[in-house]
């Protein structure tokens, strides 16, 4: 037996190329099982040669098909509502629908709920007809027969058992019109996934065709928006280049959405008096499910641009690093984030890597960015990427999946961003994570979406990712040791790759080249490199001057601190002042975060010691006329 055309759905141009695959092998499987994308709406050819085309729920679009290959009816099923006959329009059509139903199955009662025994008597009524009549019959929602796949009820193990023999057995028609060859009556199973149904049924049974229904691509997109257009009184899209730029645009920005949400952002339009020109915002607002957009507030701008004054006054030293992140965030102000990509407004707003030596104010300017932007440095999110170095561990981000335990908590990442879409989010230390984990990553940062352990999609267009990274500061050993098999040297340990006193393009190179190995050589990810482009920020070292300025802002924190919880006005005599900076910023490899740490072991710590028994008085002057060492403790002398 053979398939009728010389090609796959050669019968049905114009026609979803599931649609076609279906309609041409209907002469050699007695079943399908359709998977995926099963609630969409479909393209479908107009009923006459000139109109419009049609946008079709699922099963009015196998109901054509099936009709135009003589079918007389299709029998649909699913747990809830039971027994249909299709059409059941109230027409002529379903007249005729309803008695070759009977024909076929016998008398049936209205929403008829028969149990698994009793539909095998159906399946095989329209499989193996005693009428000559064409029909399917549908089995939706399939994925809800079986309490499992893999371990069945006796009920259930013996209902697909059944239905496996009747693929065998199942017998093909012949009927007079467009199709005369035989054909068989098909049993279409919709489920969510393939799995869903026990795997010895379809495996090795060449009489089931499995089929996935795939999202809409940009074309089918495109036409759908063009469609939709008439909503807004635009009848002829080809002949109104503002009206095909706007549907295009649409089409672009509903990436990732099926057509009926496309329908559905239509609706949230019109009700909201959106024009045609402006439906990205309504694709926005339904993807997102918040009406403000943070980023389209007119007080923005100005803030940006106080913070070219305000920044570089909290990152000290950071000049380049500053005013390259502030150019990334303007751009993400106005939306131009990969502008140049002919999909673009799908990503993120921004997207930036910082990387460069420890403490020198990474963390504090994605705070700085964050206060800019929504005005608190405590809305960002922050993620320690050192705790996601096991493989299982990306689990955390995105939630766990079907079956395992915290499946329905979903992820800490993906549930953070539902809540609320408008988001700094900080990915510390991302060199530690696992390989694996980063792969999650490329789909944010190429497409702005991301689906969690739970199936749902959440969008990332409107937040800002801020990626820090200390790669750069050591690089793999070369040359220190000769193999013993007398290959050449063999690499040893690491060494220092920057070092304070470089310029700072010699540092910016070598760390964009340490990066670049890192993930092209180490991890095999060079598209993920490619995803950061020219988002890589390189911070410098602290030199003199910005670590004097460092020490001079944490030494007065200190001094606040002492004067708000003991009431004490702390002073430090000038000598001790500049013994204590030297000592300070010593060693600035570490950055202002090691001068800290020396202002806690060289100052805070011998200051507690002298306050701790002295009985201290309100408003009491505290004055440091001296600070030395002996034998490795610092001493103060307190007046």
């Not at 079943?31 to 479909?42: A, I, P, R, T």
């Not at 209902?159 to 093909?172: D, E, V």
């Not at 001296?626 to 103060?636: F, K, N, P, Q, S």
């Amino acid at each position: 037996m053979s398939i009728e055309s010389p090609t796959l759905g050669g019968r049905l141009p114009g026609w979803p190329p599931f649609i076609r695959e279906l309609d041409a092998t209907l002469s050699v499987h007695s079943q399908y099982v359709l998977s995926g994308n099963l609630y969409d709406s479909f393209l479908a050819p107009p009923t006459d040669a000139v109109g419009p085309a049609r946008l079709l729920p699922l099963r009015d679009l196998l109901w054509e098909s099936l009709r135009s290959s003589g079918s007389s009816c299709m029998v649909v099923y699913d747990p809830v509502d039971g027994l249909q006959v299709y059409p059941d329009t109230g027409d002529e059509i379903a007249e005729e629908a309803a008695k070759a139903a009977e024909k076929l199955l016998g008398k049936l009662k209205a929403d008829e709920k028969p149990s698994l025994e009793g539909l095998t008597r159906h399946l095989s009524g329209v499989a193996r007809p005693q009428e000559n009549l064409r029909a399917a019959f549908v089995i939706d929602s399939a994925s809800r027969i079986a309490r499992t796949p893999t371990d069945l009820e006796p009920a259930e193990r013996d209902f697909f058992r059944y239905c496996a023999k009747l693929s065998r057995s199942a017998r093909p028609v012949r009927v007079v019109g467009a199709r005369p060859k035989p054909l068989y009556n098909p049993i279409i199973w919709l489920v969510e996934r393939p799995g869903d149904l026990p795997p010895w049924l379809t495996n090795d049974n060449e009489n089931i065709r499995e089929i996935t229904i795939p999202r809409p691509h940009l074309g089918d997109r495109q036409e759908t928006a063009r469609l939709l257009a008439r909503a807004f009184g635009v009848s002829d899209v080809g002949a109104d280049e503002a009206a095909a730029a706007a549907c295009d645009a649409f089409a672009e920005q509903a990436d990732g959405l099926t057509l009926q949400s496309m329908i559905e952002v239509t609706r949230l339009a019109k009700e909201r008096n959106v024009s045609l020109a402006d439906l990205p915002d309504a694709v926005r607002t339904y993807k997102l499910g918040v009406l403000d957009n943070p980023w389209s507030r007119g007080h923005l701008r100005r803030r940006v641009l106080e913070g070219e004054r305000k920044v570089p006054e909290r990152v000290i030293g950071q000049r380049q690093a500053v005013t390259k992140t502030l150019d990334i965030l303007k751009r993400a102000v106005l939306g131009l984030s990969g502008a140049q990509a002919t999909r673009s407004g799908s990503r993120p707003r921004g997207v930036l890597f910082f990387a460069g030596p420890t403490g020198t104010g990474k963390t504090e300017l994605a705070k700085a960015i964050t206060e800019l932007v929504f005005g608190d440095e405590s809305a960002y999110l922050r993620f320690d990427m050192s705790e996601f170095s096991a493989e299982g561990s990306g689990d955390r981000l995105i939630g766990s999946p079907p079956g395992y335990v915290g499946h329905e908590a979903g992820g800490e990442l993906t549930n953070a961003v539902r809540e609320d879409p408008f988001r700094v989010i900080l990915f510390d230390e991302i060199e530690k994570a696992h390989p694996r984990i980063l792969d999650k990553f490329l789909q944010i940062l190429e497409d702005g979406r991301l689906t969690d352990g739970r199936g749902n999609t959440v969008h990332f267009s409107e937040a800002i990712l801020i990626f820090t990274s200390n790669l750069g500061m050591y690089v793999p050993g070369r040359d220190l040791t000769a193999r013993s098999d007398g290959g050449g040297h063999a690499p040893q340990g690491r060494v220092q790759n920057i070092a304070p006193g470089m310029t700072y393009d010699e540092i910016e190179q070598r760390i964009k080249g340490a990066v670049a190995d890192h993930f092209t050589d180490v991890l095999n990810r060079p598209e993920l490199l490619n995803r950061f482009g020219d988002n890589i920020v390189v911070f410098d070292f602290i030199a003199g001057e910005a670590a004097d300025k460092i020490f001079d802002l944490q030494f007065a924190n200190i001094c606040r601190r002492v004067t708000d919880e003991h009431r004490l006005v702390l002073a430090v005599k000038g000598e001790a002042l500049q013994t204590l900076r030297e000592w300070c910023t010593a060693e600035l490899d570490k950055g202002g975060r090691g001068i800290g740490m020396a202002l806690e072991s060289h100052f805070v710590n011998p200051l507690a010691r002298a306050l701790f028994d002295r009985d201290l008085k309100p408003d009491e002057r505290i004055t440091v006329s001296a600070i030395r060492r002996e034998g490795g403790i610092v001493h103060l002398d307190l007046q």
